[in-house]
């Protein structure tokens, strides 16, 4: 029996999307590709609100999220860090022998401005790495007043992942001064894993164009360079299929209404923190609780694993807590195109498991 998802990624996928997935192969060179290409990229900078180009990459989130910090730090990152994937973007620095230093908050707290600015005031650092929304601990970063802090520093190049919140909230990279805003198909967008896209601005091309050894395939600026030659074609065969559903998908984000769309993701996210604050407690500042998942505080001690299982009897499957917080912790996604009866419906059957 299949398992309906509320977890962090992948995400339920709609038949219809899926079905794209299996439209007919075209040649990736051919001109019916670089028109696909284009219209995605061109949908893209809607959704990001975006006049910037827009790069797309047949990996996860994490290879553009290797891909900045490699081809655009030439002096030293600042990784800012709220949970285990703030985190794992410092490594990929220290995995690529990229200068970084990576400063944390504790789990369940958010950056803050102040935080910004005595790091960037040291003049040490030329990019800063950031994570809107962390679904270890549930907390999503105030970005606008991050994003404030940050102009103050004009040749900085503004890094945000995004992986799990573009799509479901709100992010106007243009207006924020942000460089490269990444996202990837499996969580708000709502497509299986497999591709990953983002912004990419003249600053950021700029800077990589300063930098030498920005790695092979995962070197943005080569693939800025290539689809601005080729006519919105790629150095390496792209993933097709997952083009094809991004192409189809985006059409019904924009049909659906962008705002329509993120207010959708705050009446689900609202709907599940009232229930977790009535029966637990929430794991993060409740200041800064993301809007595509909640961390719910195991407050009764109850066995999260034999939740989960049950919950897989009747059709549905949550998420464990992440690293650290397994069993401290379970958590509840509500992003893409899930609705909030579907919601009511997982949480009616917590209730009933439980015997809330």
């Known amino acids: 029996m299949h398992k309906k998802l509320f977890i962090p990624g992948p995400v339920e996928v709609k038949a219809d999307v899926l079905e794209k997935m299996a439209a007919a192969m075209i040649g990736h060179r051919s001109k019916d590709a670089s028109e696909l ?44 860090s709220v949970g ?9 620095a220290a995995g690529n022998n990229v200068p970084a230093d990576l400063f944390e908050s504790e789990w369940g707290s958010p950056t803050t401005p102040e935080m910004i600015e005595e790091v960037l005031s040291t003049g040490k650092y030329d990019l800063i790495a950031i994570t809107h929304n962390e679904t270890s601990t549930g907390l999503m970063n ?74 092979y395939y995962l070197d943005l600026l080569s693939l800025y360079d290539y689809i601005r030659k080729k006519d919105y074609q790629y150095p390496s065969t792209p993933s097709l ?42 794991f993060a500042d409740g200041r800064y609780l993301s809007n595509t ?7 009764r001690n109850i066995d999260v694993s034999a939740l989960n299982r049950e919950l897989g009897i009747r059709g549905y499957q949550i998420s464990n807590g992440y690293g650290k917080l397994k069993d401290k912790t379970f958590r509840i996604a509500h992003m893409a195109d899930c609705t909030l009866d579907e919601v009511k419906d997982l949480i009616a059957n917590i209730n009933d498991i439980l015997k809330l």
Not at 145 to 164: G, H, K, L, Q, T
Not at 263 to 272: D, F, G, L, S, T
Not at 293 to 299: E, P, Y
Request: with cysteine; hydrophobic share 40%; aromatic share 10%.
């Open 37 to 80: 290409q284009k219209r995605i990229s061109h949908k893209l900078q809607q959704l990001f609100y975006t006049r910037e180009a827009v790069l797309l990459s047949t990996s996860s989130g994490s290879g553009l999220m290797e891909g900045a910090i490699r081809s655009c730090t030439l002096k030293r990152a600042a990784v800012f």
């Open 84 to 92: 285990a994937f703030g985190t794992r973007w410092y490594e990929m």
């Open 142 to 215: 105030p970005l606008q007043a991050i994003a404030e802090a940050v102009r103050n520093y004009p040749d900085m190049v503004f890094c945000v992942d995004a992986v799990s919140s573009a799509g479901g909230s709100k992010i106007e990279v243009d207006d924020l001064g942000i460089d490269i805003c990444i996202t990837s198909t499996q969580k708000a967008l709502g497509l299986p894993p497999g591709m990953a896209v983002c912004t990419f601005s003249r600053k950021a091309v700029e800077r990589a164009q300063q930098v030498p050894c920005r790695g």
């Open 241 to 282: 299929s997952h083009m094809f559903a991004l192409d189809y998908q985006l059409d019904c984000i924009l049909a659906e209404g962008l705002d329509e769309r993120f207010a959708r993701h705050i009446e689900m996210a609202q709907y599940v923190r009232a229930w977790a604050q009535n029966y637990f407690e929430l």
């Open 293 to 299: 998942l909640t961390t719910v505080k195991n407050s």
